[in-house]
């Protein structure tokens, strides 16, 4: 079974430049999340699909930040303009929609942002 | 007060001991507990699941947790050098569609 698939797995951009981070998860998965991983902390959550539906965005800074799931597969995260704090590593991650949650979110190997 | 609370660590034991790891949470409506393990520059992986009061045991993990203190805790018997990782806690408020929330990790290091 193919796990979760993102890419670019690197990238470095200026300040004020724009990026877009892709992620096909788990064939089946209906649920589908975004997080943002700061060095040395834990992953936050940015945002979650139900199929093409958001479930959750309360933490997506929504001034820069932007995110799609069309047809209820995969995923694009978007940023513009970027900002220095933007550095981290996006995880995506998807899990079964069960109704009842197990927890066991698969995650993507992620995508490295540097900003400078 | 931060929603998953861990300590940072690095908590430093010597290989075949037992490495406890410690987690408190704020939300006392949270229904399920997770541990995730995350070796360097990888992703995260689930270890540990545990949804009632009480131990649960897989293998060399253990799983404590108790409701009323806001509290769950991983033992880790017989630590591995291969054991030494970022032990990530992670809450989730309902058994339904909510996503995780994560605490700050702790770094385990087993020392042969």
């Known amino acids: 079974e193919a796990g979760v698939a993102q890419s670019p797995r690197y990238k470095i951009i200026e300040k004020r430049q724009s990026v877009a981070f892709w992620c096909n998860p788990i064939s089946g998965h209906a649920t589908l999340y975004w997080y943002q991983q700061i060095l040395g902390q834990g992953p936050k959550l940015l945002i979650q699909?139900?199929?093409?539906?958001?479930?959750?965005d309360s933490q997506l800074p929504k001034d820069r930040f932007s995110a799609e799931r069309l047809k209820g597969v995969d995923s694009t995260l978007k940023i513009q303009p970027a900002k220095l704090e933007d550095s981290a590593v996006y995880l995506c991650?998807?899990?079964?929609?069960?109704?009842?949650?197990?927890?066991?979110?698969?995650f993507g190997e992620g995508s490295r942002l540097t900003v400078l | 007060q931060k929603e998953v609370e861990q300590n940072s660590g690095p908590l430093s034991v010597p290989e075949g001991a037992i490495a406890s790891l410690n987690c408190t949470y704020s939300?006392?409506?949270?229904?399920?507990f997770f541990w995730y393990r995350q070796y360097s520059g990888k992703s995260p992986e689930l270890i540990m699941s545990?949804?009632?009061?009480g131990d649960k045991e897989d293998g060399r993990f253990t799983a404590q947790l108790n409701k009323a203190s806001q509290y769950v805790s991983l033992l880790i018997r017989d630590s591995q050098p291969s054991d030494s990782a970022t032990y990530l806690c992670?809450?989730?408020?309902?058994?339904?569609?909510?996503?995780?929330?994560f605490g700050s990790g702790t770094r385990l290091q087993v020392q042969p």
């Open positions: 545990i949804y009632s009061n």
């Open positions: 992670a809450v989730g408020r309902d058994t339904g569609r909510r996503a995780l929330t």
């Open positions: 991650a998807s899990s079964l929609d069960m109704g009842i949650g197990t927890g066991e979110l698969f």
């Open positions: 699909f139900q199929n093409n539906g958001v479930v959750d």
């Open positions: 939300d006392r409506v949270s229904q399920s």
